[in-house]
């Protein structure tokens, strides 16, 4: 069992900055990885970044990649998002999840995640 609580979320304008935490609880040795998938209101839930505990992989969307950060905090059971260039299409709720196992598809999957966060909310402003 994991629990995984998203914090960090808020307003920003365009061009800004933001980092989004994500701490997990629970059995999070047997975590293969962590990601992070965003939402807008009537739009499908969306990959953004992952992370492998293990090796330290890191994977980004097209969309993010160049702009936003995923990386492990000191050792901690949390990993963060640093996000730059913020633009009005980064707006959503942001979610993070954990994924039990090696992969089946692939990390950008998120029925690979086994684990979700309730979500912060992050608005950028034009």
């Known amino acids: 069992q994991v629990q995984l609580v998203e914090s960090g979320g808020g307003l920003a304008q365009a061009g800004g900055s933001l980092t989004l935490s994500c701490a997990a609880s629970?059995?999070?040795?047997?975590?293969?990885?962590v990601g992070w998938f965003r939402q807008a209101p009537g739009k499908v839930r969306e990959f953004v970044a992952a992370?492998?505990?293990?090796?330290?992989?890191?994977y980004y969307a097209d969309s993010v990649r160049g702009r936003f950060t995923i990386s492990r905090d000191n050792a901690k059971d949390t990993v963060l998002l640093k996000m730059n260039s913020l633009k009005p299409e980064d707006t959503a709720v942001y979610y993070c999840?954990?994924?039990?196992?090696?992969?089946?598809?692939?990390?950008?999957?998120?029925?690979?995640?086994?684990?979700w966060g309730q979500g912060t909310q992050v608005t950028v402003s034009s």
């Open positions: 992370v492998t505990w293990s090796g330290g992989n890191r």
């Open positions: 999840a954990a994924k039990m196992g090696p992969p089946r598809v692939s990390v950008r999957v998120s029925s690979e995640y086994d684990y």
């Open positions: 629970g059995r999070t040795f047997s975590t293969y990885a």
